[in-house]
């Protein structure tokens, strides 16, 4: 008898405890602010380092630049990154209106909010940008995931697309089914 783990994303989790919403809106918003905390840190040590290499003789500048280098500034796009997946997870948690509610139809402004949701948000992906496919059993990570156009292709099973395909092939939902889960309509 063989167990399979199954992995739940946040979104997923968060339609089976609804109760739990406060609690991950509350927790989202101070990982917020802390985000915001060490990107404001992270420039402000990186202004000290730049005054600190253009004052000093140039000879030197080589041991101040290596000082720099050890001191841990980490990188901007990341913590910006992280930011932006925290507002839509937040985005994510605010009521429904009820105009949004009553409203059946399907917008390409809805199709196009849908494609711009993260896949990260459904894929754990490597530091190589490679996953494990959830659609088979897989050892290995085949899954590369194209972090400018959000896409991602499984070199294993040849399948891939966008936000929209895989969550029609996880969730196994029509077209119009998956845009209303990815943008909570």
Same mark, same amino acid.
């Given at each position: 008898?063989?167990y /399979? +783990?199954?992995k739940?994303?946040?979104?997923?989790?968060?339609e *089976?405890?609804p109760?739990?919403?406060?609690?991950v809106?509350?927790?989202?918003k101070q990982?917020i602010?802390?985000?915001?905390?060490?990107?404001?840190?992270r420039?402000?040590?990186q202004r000290?380092?730049t005054k600190?290499?253009s004052?000093s003789?140039?000879r030197?500048?080589?041991? @101040? +630049?290596? /000082?720099a280098?050890?001191?841990y500034?980490?990188d901007?796009?990341?913590i910006?990154?992280?930011?932006? +997946?925290?507002y839509f997870?937040?985005?994510?948690?605010?009521?429904?209106?009820?105009?949004t /509610?009553k !409203?059946d139809?399907i917008?390409?402004q809805?199709?196009?909010?849908?494609?711009q949701i993260?896949?990260?948000?459904?894929l754990?992906?490597?530091?190589?940008?490679?996953a494990?496919?959830?659609l088979?059993? !897989?050892?290995t990570p085949? /899954?590369?995931?194209?972090?400018?156009?959000?896409k @991602?292709?499984?070199?294993?099973?040849?399948?891939g697309g966008?936000? *929209?395909d895989l969550?029609?092939?996880?969730?196994?939902?029509?077209?119009h089914?998956?845009?209303?889960?990815l943008?909570?309509?």
């Open positions: 008898m063989s /399979v +783990q199954e739940y994303t946040i979104y997923q989790l968060l *089976i405890f109760e739990a919403k406060t609690i809106r509350q927790k989202t990982e602010a802390d985000l915001k905390y060490r990107l404001d840190e420039l402000r040590i000290e380092c600190v290499i004052r003789i140039y030197n500048r080589w041991f @101040w +630049q290596m /000082v280098d050890i001191l500034i980490p901007k796009t990341e910006e990154k992280g930011i932006k +997946q925290k997870l937040l985005e994510f948690l605010k009521p429904k209106s009820e105009q /509610v !409203d139809k917008t390409e809805d199709i196009m909010r849908a494609k993260p896949l990260t948000n459904f754990t992906i490597n530091r190589l940008g490679f494990t496919c959830q088979h059993t !897989d050892k085949s /899954v590369k995931y194209y972090d400018k156009q959000n @991602w292709h499984c070199f294993s099973c040849g399948q966008d936000t *929209i969550c029609m092939k996880i969730h196994n939902k029509t077209f089914e998956a845009i209303r889960f943008i909570n309509k």
